[in-house]
């Protein structure tokens, strides 16, 4: 929100106040609290008669810190509020020394001179990171008389600002002004369905705005050296979170915020839907699911869209039995083939289902101020929200869920959240203005909670479209709604890197765009960014995604690609961990892998899948491609060409390759098993070295399918032409030395050697050449 109208003048009707200097200093031992006041103070009369701002600075983590500004501090607490994980001790200290107050918090300082002019300093490394000025802590108030906190963080020269959620606007926000804020808007406009109110730079920091409601930010756009942020309220709250690293900040944001469960290995599969508005019963799911069998494509999860209930009736969670009839045992026989199932479910309860009026009877559906449900006609005739700030509501609408879950479904794709009005009064007393985006929170945490506790830790999973700060905690999020268009294509890419840049470890995309119907080139390129993606959906709106629908070659590209993300399993699922333990996304923005790099800090049409390969999807019909490779010498994975970088590569791939390269010194588990997802990665896999270093060493971890652990871990050591790869398996296990000509001891290979080490090998040593 802009408050200014240029430099010099206020908007029509907008006032606005800011610190201008500290009056009063408490300092304690790991705390301070700052007075300021809005104008200048020369003698006792200019105590009066004006605001005086109530600044407080502590640490809750080490290398974080909090700054919440108050204007008036009588205003009832509202809920909701984020779910935060405080350090269970305080990581901070103070220290004053003349007029010089600092707070410090490991390598983070906040420093205040308290004789000066208001001014905040956050420093770290030797070097200041940003600053609060003049301008930069305040409130305003505009001719409705509405009432908003606001801060302006310092933007250094050249400074990139990344994240806010899952975003389609340019990657980089500067210049952009954003509101946090829930929309169905689709991947093509301003609009978002994940809000997340944290943003990074590229100069070592994050900041997270503490404030589950509408959060205005204006990113080097209002001020163009600022970040802006405001909010309709009394008090502002945010966190200065230091890096120096961007996996270093977004490891310090989501200890403090959450991290993701880790997804069950079956759901990195692909997944195969129905479609929303397409005609399909119990044999078009048939046929679907033995075409995919036929075509010898694995198939790990078979998802229904909306009409697998009646129309007019969603969400009552019945099977509408003109289509399916006998759903028990529908579901037993596509279990019977391997299969998981998925069903779409949303919080909504329309008026012809009969729990509306069952949830009406029982108080779970949100109630307008009067006392009557509030009710539309959009998206479902007469529909109600279940309100999930009700204990007894969440408990109701995770039963009727359990009864699908005892009949044989696996995971729900848990769509909507968005549209929440204001208009309403919450069981719980809850603030409709703050509800708005947290309403997500709740929905997802009612279905993810059922499904830990009647499936198991690490066997939960969703398909969620909406999100907001501690979202993270409950994946999987897909996209939304896109374009069948290469355009579509590249704006959802652009959006999952934002999401990844926000603290979020796990997501998907429709494959071959969900409105309309893709063409087949647009169908094959996009089959291969879903299969190099965390998750995979083939998902459209009113046409199928069955391969062969798109031609031959459609069907040998999806089967191709499906098997190589299953030989990745062992390296995938590893980068599933780190996503768990450190909050670093499976599919990240090259800046985040890169950050020295100021080649990358713009780059928004390819990621690194993992620490070790780097994906540049094909966004042209005619198969040529753009992309940047940072230093070192790169491999391509699928046909063995190394290119040096860094630098610009431009090329032109059949629908067989894309650019799909091993960094320099990587070496990629691949496993021994391309049918499915789920298997023994560590027995029978296959180590490729790409270019080690001399005097290089890898140690290379193949996790446990639950992530508890490790099932093998290999050391590669590389000194002058020497090879030594050591491992504690037991198992067989191989490796191809890729890009090395067939030497003594090795069996030559498209890509290079490979070396077979049988059962209890502790030991290879080849020759590099």
């Given at each position: 929100m802009k408050f200014t109208d240029g430099y010099w003048l206020m908007r029509p009707g907008v006032s606005a106040h800011h610190a201008a200097s500290v009056a009063d200093a408490v300092v304690t031992d790991d705390r301070l609290t700052l007075y300021a006041p809005v104008g200048r103070v020369t003698h006792r009369g200019d105590t009066l008669n004006g605001p005086l701002l109530t600044v407080d600075c502590w640490s809750p983590a080490e290398g974080v810190i909090g700054v919440r500004t108050t204007h008036h501090g009588g205003r009832a607490p509202r809920r909701p509020e984020f779910a935060l994980t405080p350090?269970?001790?305080?990581?901070?200290?103070?220290?004053?020394?003349?007029?010089?107050?600092?707070?410090?918090?490991?390598?983070?300082?906040?420093?205040?001179?308290?004789?000066?002019?208001?001014?905040?300093?956050?420093?770290?490394?030797?070097?200041?990171?940003?600053?609060?000025?003049?301008?930069?802590?305040?409130?305003?108030?505009?001719?409705?008389?509405?009432?908003?906190?606001?801060?302006?963080?310092?933007?250094?020269?050249?400074?990139?600002?990344?994240?806010?959620?899952?975003?389609?606007?340019?990657?980089?926000?500067?210049?952009?002004?954003?509101?946090?804020?829930?929309?169905?808007?689709?991947?093509?406009?301003?609009?978002?369905?994940?809000?997340?109110?944290?943003?990074?730079?590229?100069?070592?920091?994050?900041?997270?705005?503490?404030?589950?409601?509408?959060?205005?930010?204006?990113?080097?756009?209002?001020?163009?050296?600022?970040?802006?942020?405001?909010?309709?309220?009394?008090?502002?709250?945010?966190f200065v979170v230091y890096g120096p690293t961007p996996k270093d900040i977004l490891a310090r944001y989501t200890a403090l915020t959450g991290r993701p469960a880790l997804p069950p290995d079956w759901s990195f599969g692909l997944w195969l839907s129905t479609s929303f508005t397409t005609s399909y019963d119990e044999a078009t799911v048939t046929r679907f699911v033995t075409g995919m069998a036929e075509a010898e494509i694995p198939l790990s999860v078979f998802h229904f869209d909306c009409f697998w209930m009646r129309e007019y009736q969603w969400s009552d969670f019945v099977w509408d039995p003109d289509v399916f009839p006998d759903p028990v045992g529908m579901l037993a026989r596509l279990k019977a083939q391997g299969l998981q199932i998925c069903v779409w479910i949303n919080p909504y309860i329309a008026q012809k289902s009969a729990l509306f009026a069952e949830g009406m009877a029982l108080g779970h559906l949100l109630k307008r101020p009067d006392g009557d449900v509030w009710q539309w006609d959009r998206w479902q005739a007469g529909m109600a929200l279940v309100d999930f700030t009700s204990p007894a509501a969440r408990e109701w609408y995770a039963g009727k869920l359990r009864l699908l879950l005892d009949q044989g479904v696996d995971c729900f794709k848990t769509d909507f959240g968005e549209r929440v009005p204001l208009d309403v009064a919450w069981h719980d007393g809850s603030d409709p203005e703050r509800m708005h985006n947290y309403y997500t929170q709740l929905y997802n945490e009612t279905v993810f909670d059922l499904l830990r506790d009647v499936r198991g830790e690490g066997e939960a999973v969703v398909f969620a479209r909406s999100a907001t700060t501690g979202g993270q905690r409950l994946p999987v999020h897909w996209g939304g709604d896109c374009e069948s268009s290469f355009e579509a294509m590249a704006e959802s890419l652009r959006g999952g890197l934002s999401l990844g840049l926000s603290g979020f470890g796990f997501w998907s995309h429709d494959i071959g765009g969900f409105e309309g119907t893709p063409t087949p080139a647009l169908f094959k390129r996009w089959v291969q960014f879903g299969l190099l993606s965390s998750h995979s959906r083939l998902h459209g709106s009113k046409s199928y995604r069955v391969p062969w629908d798109y031609g031959d070659e459609a069907v040998a590209v999806t089967r191709s690609f499906t098997r190589l993300k299953h030989r990745l399993m062992p390296y995938l699922y590893r980068a599933a961990v780190q996503a768990r333990d450190a909050g670093t996304p499976v599919m990240r923005a090259m800046v985040l892998e890169f950050p020295a790099d100021p080649a990358c800090r713009s780059l928004d049409r390819q990621y690194m899948l993992g620490d070790d390969l780097l994906v540049a999807p094909v966004f042209t019909e005619d198969g040529s491609v753009e992309y940047y490779?940072?230093?070192?010498?790169?491999?391509?994975?699928?046909?063995?060409?190394?290119?040096?970088?860094?630098?610009?590569?431009?090329?032109?791939?059949?629908?067989?390759?894309?650019?799909?390269?091993?960094?320099?010194?990587?070496?990629?588990?691949?496993?021994?098993?391309?049918?499915?997802?789920?298997?023994?990665?560590?027995?029978?896999?296959?180590?490729?070295?790409?270019?080690?270093?001399?005097?290089?060493?890898?140690?290379?971890?193949?996790?446990?399918?639950?992530?508890?652990?490790?099932?093998?871990?290999?050391?590669?050591?590389?000194?002058?032409?020497?090879?030594?790869?050591?491992?504690?398996?037991?198992?067989?296990?191989?490796?191809?030395?890729?890009?090395?000509?067939?030497?003594?001891?090795?069996?030559?290979?498209?890509?290079?050697?490979?070396?077979?080490?049988?059962?209890?090998?502790?030991?290879?040593?080849?020759?590099?050449s």
């Open positions: 350090a269970e001790q305080s990581a901070a200290k103070t220290v004053r020394e003349g007029s010089a107050v600092e707070l410090i918090s490991g390598e983070l300082s906040l420093k205040v001179d308290t004789e000066a002019p208001w001014r905040l300093d956050f420093s770290a490394g030797g070097r200041t990171l940003t600053s609060v000025g003049r301008r930069g802590t305040g409130f305003a108030t505009d001719a409705e008389g509405r009432h908003f906190m606001l801060t302006q963080l310092s933007l250094g020269v050249g400074e990139s600002v990344y994240g806010l959620g899952e975003r389609f606007t340019p990657f980089v926000r500067n210049g952009q002004s954003v509101d946090i804020w829930q929309a169905d808007g689709g991947t093509s406009s301003e609009q978002a369905y994940k809000n997340v109110p944290f943003h990074l730079t590229d100069r070592g920091y994050g900041v997270f705005v503490n404030h589950p409601g509408q959060v205005s930010y204006e990113v080097g756009s209002e001020s163009v050296g600022q970040v802006q942020f405001s909010v309709e309220d009394q008090s502002l709250e945010f490779l940072p230093a070192g010498t790169w491999t391509n994975v699928l046909t063995g060409e190394r290119i040096s970088g860094p630098g610009w590569q431009r090329e032109t791939h059949g629908f067989d390759t894309l650019p799909l390269l091993a960094r320099e010194g990587a070496v990629v588990p691949f496993g021994a098993v391309a049918d499915r997802p789920a298997y023994d990665w560590a027995d029978g896999v296959t180590l490729r070295v790409h270019t080690p270093a001399d005097g290089s060493t890898v140690v290379t971890a193949v996790p446990l399918p639950d992530g508890s652990g490790e099932a093998a871990v290999f050391t590669t050591r590389r000194s002058g032409d020497e090879i030594v790869v050591e491992t504690d398996s037991q198992l067989p296990w191989n490796v191809l030395l890729v890009g090395v000509e067939a030497a003594e001891g090795g069996v030559p290979h498209g890509l290079g050697t490979l070396y077979v080490c049988p059962a209890g090998t502790p030991r290879l040593t080849a020759r590099w």
